[in-house]
């Protein structure tokens, strides 16, 4: 589990063991070089092989000179400010990027398909509607067999509940009542702020648009709270994924290396952002 520890001099920082990783959501830059002497030290203590930094543009260049790396950045996550991400990896091996070519294929392929301005119209079989609490458990079902492992323990039906209790909104397609493909909108209300993840389609139904028309769905929902930037983290060797995010008018914004613990290892995710004022503009 993840656990955000807050200290003086509005700084906070999020423990993530599962996924190996320290995030640094909040810094001073007054105490940011003795703060971060202490995340290694804490990083080594529980084996963590990396340890992030979601930062002010302004302030990369300081990051870079105290061996961090960009790795890219969110649109507008910090109330329409974008944060910069910023890492140094603990381990040689956590550094490394496999296939490189072909991921950036991927995302070269998804810039260039064609968008998709509405909610693409499923089969009448289909219902598209919003997930409750009585969802918990079917929930859990399909992320188990979509997913090995997870970056959060989305295969707890307690901990959907748990989610629903904090801002996070789940949007599914149903078959005959039973789930067959879901997504969420997770809030961050203190940044007006929300990722698209959790998004997973069971292997039968897939290729028949439910994703997409569940994210148009899921914005929409996020328009009716008033949160005007979205962003997803996409595994970057999935086709599939990175063109359904793409289609939608989201926008490559860069690749965290060996980010996130999914389908049973280390994974590299990229980042997709969209700012929805603008999209209703357009």
């Given at each position: 589990m993840k656990t955000t520890q807050p200290i003086p001099h509005n700084i906070s920082y999020e423990?993530?063991?599962?996924?190996?990783?320290?995030?640094?959501?909040?810094?001073?830059?007054?105490?940011?070089?003795?703060?971060?002497?202490?995340?290694?030290?804490?990083?080594?203590?529980?084996?963590?092989?990396?340890?992030?930094?979601?930062?002010?543009?302004?302030?990369?260049?300081?990051?870079?000179?105290?061996?961090?790396?960009?790795?890219?950045?969110?649109?507008?996550?910090?109330?329409?400010?974008?944060?910069?991400?910023?890492?140094r990896f603990l381990e040689d091996e956590r550094a490394v990027q496999k296939d490189e070519q072909k991921k950036d294929q991927i995302v070269e392929m998804a810039e260039q398909a064609d968008p998709v301005a509405e909610r693409p119209a499923l089969d009448s079989r289909y219902q598209l509607r919003h997930a409750d609490k009585e969802d918990a458990e079917q929930l859990a079902e399909l992320y188990k067999l979509v997913f090995k492992t997870y970056p959060t323990p989305i295969h707890d039906s307690e901990f959907i509940r748990q989610c629903m209790d904090q801002d996070v909104y789940f949007t599914v397609v149903t078959d005959r009542g039973q789930i067959v493909s879901s997504a969420s909108a997770d809030v961050f209300s203190r940044y007006q702020s929300a990722e698209i993840t959790d998004c997973a389609t069971h292997p039968d139904y897939r290729g028949k648009g439910m994703?997409?028309?569940?994210?148009?769905?899921?914005?929409?929902?996020?328009?009716?709270?008033?949160?005007?930037?979205?962003?997803?983290?996409?595994?970057?060797?999935?086709?599939?994924?990175?063109?359904?995010?793409?289609?939608?008018?989201?926008?490559?914004?860069?690749?965290?290396?060996?980010?996130?613990?999914?389908?049973?290892?280390?994974e590299d995710m990229n980042i997709w952002a969209k700012n929805l004022i603008e999209d209703s503009n357009r």
């Open positions: 423990v993530d063991e599962f996924n190996s990783r320290i995030k640094l959501m909040h810094y001073n830059k007054d105490y940011v070089e003795a703060l971060l002497a202490h995340l290694e030290e804490l990083a080594k203590e529980k084996d963590i092989g990396k340890v992030m930094i979601y930062a002010n543009p302004e302030d990369v260049s300081f990051f870079e000179k105290l061996g961090f790396q960009r790795e890219g950045e969110i649109s507008g996550f910090f109330q329409g400010e974008p944060a910069c991400i910023l890492s994703l997409s028309a569940i994210i148009y769905d899921l914005e929409q929902r996020m328009r009716e709270l008033g949160i005007p930037y979205l962003f997803s983290l996409t595994r970057a060797v999935s086709t599939g994924m990175n063109m359904v995010i793409a289609r939608r008018g989201f926008e490559y914004k860069g690749r965290l290396i060996q980010n996130s613990h999914i389908a049973g290892q280390f």
